[in-house]
């Protein structure tokens, strides 16, 4: 059962443009969730992050959205730049009383110069 | 680079045999979390430990085990192989138990790449 879904493997987005990542989940229990940034033969790092007392997070070019009601999220990046192209993992966690992230299957984000 | 650390990179052997993957956290993290990638999959929680004890356990084998020493380095022993069990293995770590996830971010090593054959 997957629980947290990124239906996009791959999306490809002209430099300067913005991307936009998804995100869906369906256990109503997820309060807390983070985007990942993974490069290949690196970890992943994490970017950004957001609770679910908010509906959006900005840090620099990186806005997280979050739509409770449709328990969908989305990363946006703007402008878009070749060092973005990486691949995008959305996790989710219930915010307390947990400890482990639960992690779609990731988007593949090509920049193109 | 997170300051998290995982040895070997890179780790082929057979079916059948036992190996272990290395983790050294961030200095002053207490808790150490494994997951494991599976290709074109996301990242699934084995296990975590936290300060020397075993915290929660997720999707794991019984023929995986692991522990954390008092340096708080981990090690993840995987025993009778077999071809399924070739993946990325990452270690990550956090400050604290992992409870609050807002103020316990977990930040992750490069990764160990298993191939059993």
């Known amino acids: 059962d997957q629980q947290v879904k990124q239906n996009s493997p791959s999306l490809s987005v002209q430099e300067g443009r913005i991307s936009i990542l998804n995100c869906d989940y369906t256990n109503s229990m997820f309060d807390y969730f983070l985007w990942y940034k993974k490069y290949p033969a690196e970890g992943p790092t994490f970017l950004i992050s957001?609770?679910?007392?908010?509906d959006k997070n900005e840090d620099g070019r990186f806005t997280v959205f979050l739509n409770k009601s449709a328990k969908h999220l989305s990363l946006h990046i703007v402008p878009s730049q070749p060092g973005d192209s990486a691949v995008y993992f959305c996790?989710?966690?219930?915010?307390?009383?947990?400890?482990?992230?639960?992690f779609g299957t990731g988007t593949r984000l090509k920049v193109l110069a | 680079d997170s300051g998290v650390t995982q040895t070997p990179k890179h780790l082929i052997t057979a079916t059948g045999q036992r190996v272990t993957l290395r983790c050294s956290p961030r200095s002053g993290d207490l808790s150490v979390y494994w997951y494991q990638q599976s290709l074109d999959q996301g990242l699934q929680f084995l296990i975590q430990?936290?300060?020397?004890?075993?915290?929660a356990k997720g999707n794991i084998l019984e023929r995986f085990s692991a522990q954390q020493f008092p340096d708080l380095h981990s090690e993840l022993n995987l025993s009778s192989l077999e071809l399924g069990d070739s993946a990325l293995y990452f270690c990550?770590?956090?400050?604290?138990?992992?409870?609050?996830?807002?103020?316990?971010?977990?930040?992750f090593g490069p990764g160990t790449r298993l191939t059993v054959l």
């Open positions: 430990y936290y300060n020397g004890e075993e915290r």
């Open positions: 990550a770590s956090s400050y604290g138990t992992g409870f609050t996830a807002s103020t316990d971010t977990q930040y």
């Open positions: 957001i609770s679910s007392i908010k």
């Open positions: 996790a989710a966690s219930r915010g307390s009383g947990t400890y482990k992230y639960i």
